[in-house]
């Protein structure tokens, strides 16, 4: 039976942005912090070490994607290459991770534009990137340009100011030190910020020659987060040193620390436009992953239409809107992160195991393996309450079977 299809209009510039857009987001500017709390003096040893487990990622996954060129990412690898009920638990995984990402991303711009009403922010925020969703990804992709370009802009001012300042200490930037423990939670905590390539992914059906174009758009993405990532870690050692460590808000105190506190409302705004572009990222992502679940019946079958004018799949972002601004509107950004990377670990460890069924099985290994220790190394709270929602997900799969 035909059924519509998206537009293929993204072509690699698009869909690095949209990568971009989603990894170098409001993690970046809160993340380092609480990552050398744990990693001590292996702060960069922990960037490294995230690194290297969302390159093993984001090459299994550009694998598949060619192979697969259609919406859902994981959800459709793990099904073709895994088996159903491996596909559906990726799936799972990434819509439930991937609203409480969306949740705390919007609670993000909130805490930064008006924390006295966060909330609030919060949900007018997702009804305002829902409605610019909707009308096509051609404007999402504009919007998410426009967005990477301001963040890349303001993460620059900072490195400057500091760098001109004459304040900072290299003796200060280490590459060893800390425990293994600390070094991996830091690892895990860094993790959250590259989240966001298998974005790329998830468009396949709206990207412009796939197999070529998927792969490409990745490995340079991934390549340019990491660079900035590490320009940047460096930036925060050399000017906060120790302190680093206890700093709820690391960019503003870095241009604070160089004598230059009059960037400080420029980091803020920066801060929520780079929420804004995460959250516009990830409404993308987890509609189209609804769409594709939707099709194969795990998902209500009204979530699979398409638009007949804007070619998107409009109901299923709709109700990632409702169910986003309902979160947005009570839950806590810490639990919503905490919950988040667990889920998606979980999501690229089977992306892993669905590579390795293809030759070529050591990166695959390598990343499926990184998932699992950085999952480990979680609280237990998140750990707790992903397994919970994992053991449900299973429950209403077998539901359906029995039906």
Same mark, same amino acid.
């Given at each position: 039976?035909?059924?519509?299809?998206?537009?293929?209009?993204?072509?690699?510039?698009?869909?690095?942005?949209?990568?971009?857009?989603?990894?170098?987001?409001?993690?970046?500017?809160?993340?380092?912090?609480?990552?050398?709390?744990?990693?001590?003096?292996?702060?960069?040893?922990?960037?490294?070490?995230?690194?290297?487990?969302a390159y093993c990622n984001a090459t299994s996954s550009a694998r598949l994607a060619s192979l697969y060129p259609h919406s859902g990412g994981t959800y459709?690898?793990?099904? /073709?290459?895994?088996?159903?009920?491996?596909?559906?638990?990726?799936?799972?995984?990434?819509?439930?991770?991937?609203?409480?990402?969306?949740?705390?991303?919007?609670?993000?711009?909130?805490?930064? +534009?008006?924390?006295?009403?966060?909330?609030?922010?919060a949900v007018g925020a997702v009804v305002a990137l829902t409605a610019v969703n909707y009308r096509g990804i051609g404007k999402s992709a504009l919007a998410t340009r426009v967005i990477v370009a301001v963040v890349l802009a303001v993460l620059a001012g900072v490195v400057a100011a500091v760098m001109i300042s004459g304040r900072a200490d290299p003796a200060r930037v280490t590459l060893t030190g800390g425990s293994p423990t600390? +070094?991996?939670?830091?690892?895990?905590?860094?993790?959250?910020?590259?989240?966001?390539?298998?974005?790329?992914?998830?468009?396949? /059906? /709206?990207?412009?020659?796939?197999?070529?174009?998927?792969?490409?758009?990745?490995?340079?993405a991934l390549t340019m987060t990491f660079a900035v990532y590490a320009v940047l870690a460096v930036t925060l050692m050399a000017i906060l040193g120790p302190g680093l460590a206890t700093a709820t808000a690391p960019l503003a105190d870095a241009v604070r620390a160089a004598g230059?506190?009059?960037?400080?409302?420029?980091?803020?705004?920066?801060?929520?436009?780079?929420?804004?572009?995460?959250?516009?990222?990830?409404?993308?992502?987890?509609?189209?992953?609804?769409?594709?679940?939707?099709?194969?019946?795990?998902?209500?079958?009204?979530?699979?239409a398409v638009h007949p004018r804007y070619r998107v799949p409009h109901r299923a972002e709709v109700a990632v809107g409702v169910v986003v601004a309902t979160v947005a509107a009570v839950a806590d950004v810490r639990s919503a992160i905490g919950f988040s990377s667990f889920a998606v670990l979980v999501y690229y460890a089977i992306a892993n195991a669905a590579a390795a069924t293809l030759r070529g099985r050591l990166v695959p290994a390598l990343g499926l393996a990184g998932c699992v220790v950085l999952a480990a190394c979680l609280p237990i709270g998140a750990l707790l309450a992903g397994s919970g929602v994992l053991i449900l997900g299973a429950l209403v799969y077998g539901a359906g079977r029995l039906r």
């Amino acid at each position: 039976m035909n059924r519509p299809e998206l537009h293929r209009r993204l072509g690699t510039p698009d869909a690095v942005v949209i990568g971009l857009g989603s990894m170098i987001g409001a993690g970046v500017f809160v993340v380092f912090g609480p990552a050398a709390a744990s990693a001590g003096p292996g702060l960069l040893i922990a960037l490294a070490a995230a690194a290297t487990v969302a390159y093993c990622n984001a090459t299994s996954s550009a694998r598949l994607a060619s192979l697969y060129p259609h919406s859902g990412g994981t959800y459709v690898y793990g099904r /073709e290459r895994l088996g159903p009920f491996w596909g559906y638990l990726a799936g799972w995984s990434f819509v439930v991770g991937k609203l409480a990402s969306c949740a705390a991303m919007s609670l993000t711009v909130g805490l930064y +534009v008006w924390p006295a009403h966060a909330h609030a922010v919060a949900v007018g925020a997702v009804v305002a990137l829902t409605a610019v969703n909707y009308r096509g990804i051609g404007k999402s992709a504009l919007a998410t340009r426009v967005i990477v370009a301001v963040v890349l802009a303001v993460l620059a001012g900072v490195v400057a100011a500091v760098m001109i300042s004459g304040r900072a200490d290299p003796a200060r930037v280490t590459l060893t030190g800390g425990s293994p423990t600390g +070094v991996l939670q830091a690892a895990g905590l860094l993790f959250f910020a590259f989240a966001g390539y298998a974005r790329i992914a998830t468009l396949g /059906e /709206e990207v412009r020659d796939p197999a070529r174009t998927i792969p490409r758009a990745i490995g340079i993405a991934l390549t340019m987060t990491f660079a900035v990532y590490a320009v940047l870690a460096v930036t925060l050692m050399a000017i906060l040193g120790p302190g680093l460590a206890t700093a709820t808000a690391p960019l503003a105190d870095a241009v604070r620390a160089a004598g230059a506190g009059g960037l400080e409302p420029v980091v803020r705004i920066g801060a929520a436009v780079a929420a804004l572009g995460s959250l516009l990222s990830l409404i993308l992502g987890v509609s189209r992953t609804g769409l594709a679940m939707a099709r194969d019946g795990h998902l209500p079958a009204a979530l699979a239409a398409v638009h007949p004018r804007y070619r998107v799949p409009h109901r299923a972002e709709v109700a990632v809107g409702v169910v986003v601004a309902t979160v947005a509107a009570v839950a806590d950004v810490r639990s919503a992160i905490g919950f988040s990377s667990f889920a998606v670990l979980v999501y690229y460890a089977i992306a892993n195991a669905a590579a390795a069924t293809l030759r070529g099985r050591l990166v695959p290994a390598l990343g499926l393996a990184g998932c699992v220790v950085l999952a480990a190394c979680l609280p237990i709270g998140a750990l707790l309450a992903g397994s919970g929602v994992l053991i449900l997900g299973a429950l209403v799969y077998g539901a359906g079977r029995l039906r």
